[in-house]
C-alpha cells in the first residue's frame, strides 16, 4: 500500500525536550511537507522539501528543524526553542512542487507536558 | 496576515439539500484552488480542485466554483449525506514555489 505514514500518533513530551516526529513515504514523491493545525488557525506552513537534501521555511518554522537524507523521509524536530509546541502535526508530500495535490499522512498529536 | 480565510467556523444543512462552503483569497499569485476534507485526527484529503483559469470545475456531487475579480471560491454539495459531515479546508497554491496556503477550514454538519 503506497501511502505516508507518521508515527507515533499521539506523542508526550516535558518542556524544554527536543522531539522528533517521524514521517515516511512510499509514494516516490519528490516533495514534502510539514503543517501545523492549531484550532481555528487552519494548516500553517512549517518547513519543505522540493528535492533530497533540500529544505525551506515555511511561515512558521521558529524553534522547528527538519532533514531531508533521504527522498521517502522527512523528520521534523521541535525543539526546546519552540513556545507552544502542543499542536497537530501534519505530514504531506507530492509528485513534485509543480503538482497541485498534496496527501497527507494521519497526523501527530504532540502534548507537551 | 491570512491570505485564504473561510470566514464561516461552522455550517449545518439538512441531509438532502445543498451545502455552500465560501473561501476568500487575497494573493493574485495563487495559481490553484484546491478543496480538503477533514476527520477528527486523522489528516485532509484532497477533493477537488480548480485552476485559475477556470470558474467552475465538477466531480459527481463536488462543484467549486472561482471568481477572481472577487477573489472568492465556493465549494457546492449537492446533495448533502451525513457522511459529509467533517471539517473542509480550502487551499491556494503559489504559482513560483507551489507552496499551498490553507485557510481556517469550516465544520460542515449534514443532520439526517
Known amino acids: 500500500d503506497g501511502g505516508i505514514t507518521q508515527s507515533p500518533k499521539y506523542l508526550f513530551r516535558k518542556e524544554g525536550q527536543n522531539v522528533t516526529l517521524s514521517c515516511e513515504q512510499n509514494?516516490?514523491?519528490?516533495?514534502m511537507y510539514w503543517y501545523r493545525q492549531d484550532p481555528g488557525q487552519g494548516l500553517r506552513l512549517i518547513y519543505y522539501?522540493?528535492?533530497?537534501?533540500?529544505?525551506q521555511k515555511g511561515d512558521i518554522a521558529e524553534g522547528y528543524s527538519v532533514s531531508r537524507e533521504k527522498k521517502e523521509s522527512f523528520p521534523l524536530t521541535v525543539t526546546s526553542a519552540q513556545k507552544n509546541p502542543t499542536a497537530f502535526y501534519l505530514c504531506?508530500?507530492?509528485?513534485?512542487?509543480?503538482?497541485?495535490?498534496?496527501?497527507f499522512g494521519q497526523g501527530t498529536r504532540l502534548t507537551v507536558v | 496576515d491570512q491570505q485564504v480565510k473561510q470566514n464561516s467556523p461552522s455550517l449545518s444543512v439538512q441531509e438532502g439539500r445543498i451545502s455552500i462552503l465560501n473561501c476568500d483569497y487575497t494573493?493574485?499569485?495563487?495559481?490553484?484552488f484546491l478543496w480538503y476534507k477533514k476527520y477528527p485526527a486523522e489528516g485532509p484529503t484532497f477533493l477537488i480542485s480548480i485552476s485559475s483559469i477556470k470558474d467552475k470545475n465538477e466531480d459527481g456531487r463536488f462543484t467549486v466554483f472561482l471568481n477572481k475579480s472577487a477573489k472568492h471560491l465556493s465549494l457546492h454539495i449537492v446533495p448533502s449525506q451525513p457522511g459529509d459531515s467533517a471539517v473542509y479546508f480550502c487551499a491556494a497554491r503559489y504559482s513560483n514555489t507551489g507552496k499551498l496556503i490553507f485557510g481556517q477550514g469550516t465544520t460542515l454538519q449534514v443532520k439526517p
Open positions: 509514494l516516490n514523491h519528490d516533495a
Open positions: 522539501s522540493q528535492i533530497v537534501n533540500d529544505f
Open positions: 494573493n493574485s499569485m495563487f495559481d490553484y
Open positions: 504531506a508530500s507530492s509528485i513534485n512542487q509543480g503538482y497541485t495535490e498534496a496527501f
